[in-house]
Structures are given as C-alpha cells and as structure tokens.
C-alpha cells in the first residue's frame, strides 16, 4: 500500500473533506474537515485498506491562527502492510469540539480524555470525559500556549548560563 494509493482512494471517497495533504518523511498527512474526521477514519477501518489500529490522538494549539486555533491529530497504522497515516481536524478555540472514536475504538477513551484535560477539545459522546492525570480543579488546560514560557521576575537565573 503506498501513500498516493490511499490518499487517491480518500480523494474518491470523500472529495469535500479533504482540505489539504503532504508526505513530510513519507508520512501521509491528511487535513480533514473536523465534522468528516469521523467518517473518513470509520472507513479507513471499515474499508480494502484495513487502517484499524489507532496509534495515538493528541492536540496542538497555534495560538497565532484564529481559524485553526486548535487542532486534532490521529494517528492510524495498518499492521498488515505497515502503513501508517496522520489525520488532521482543526477549529477555532471557542468551538474545540469532535465526534468521539470510542465507538470504533476502545483505546480512544484514555487518549480523547487525555487530549481534553491537556488541550480543552471536547469529545462529542464520550462516555466519561474527566481528567485523569491532573488535579480536578485545575481550571486551565496545560498545553496551550497562554504562559510565558519563561518567568521575568526571577532574579536567581543568570542569562549567560543559558547563552544569552
């Protein structure tokens, strides 16, 4: 199975929802529309190309794009062939929100959870969508990039060490 395979077989299957793609490393790279994520990754599974192991869901924040302000990322590997594809949904922050994979896939719990406690992206129909790695009254979501990331007021630091 190559790359310009299955990208031509999601070209043909779902010609509204792709929006962009790119092979950086040889790593096929989807953008898919974020209401289509869920289709387009049910018939990656369902389908002839057999992508039915769910490698990894996490998020990523670009503060300085409105638009695609938070994004959703997946990674997909068909063990029989050792094919791997990366699925990407993004949205503006205020609406960070996607169908749920728990449905397709039992490992999605923990890492949809995981992407919502770090991230804030909400997974429509989850079945228990909590945090489980921080503290629950944590009222912000780590990975965004809100803070500096470093602290101005400490005087203990000395800029020379660091090269500066």
Avoid: C
């Avoid at 094919?83 to 990407?88: A, E, N, S």
């Avoid at 997974?123 to 990039?145: A, C, Q, S, T, W």
Wanted: glycine fraction near 4%.
């Amino acid at each position: 199975m190559t790359n310009e395979f299955v990208l031509e077989a999601i070209t043909r299957e779902f010609p509204e929802s792709l929006i962009s793609y790119a092979t950086p490393y040889d790593f096929l790279t989807l953008e898919i529309k974020k209401e289509d994520i869920k289709k387009v990754i049910h018939h990656l599974r369902d389908s002839s190309l057999q992508i039915d192991f769910l490698t990894d869901i996490t998020g990523i924040h670009y503060p300085e794009i409105p638009e695609k302000e938070i994004g959703v990322i997946y990674h997909l590997h068909n063990m029989r062939t050792n094919f791997r594809i990366r699925l990407k949904a993004f949205m503006p922050r205020e609406n960070a929100e996607v169908d749920t994979l728990t449905d397709l896939y039992a490992g999605a719990n923990w890492m949809e959870r995981e992407t919502f406690e770090f991230f804030g992206i909400k997974f429509k129909g989850h079945p228990d969508l909590r945090v489980i790695l921080n503290v629950e009254d944590m009222d912000y979501h780590p990975m965004l990039k809100e803070y500096r990331l470093e602290d101005g007021t400490r005087t203990d630091k000395d800029d020379k060490m660091f090269g500066r």
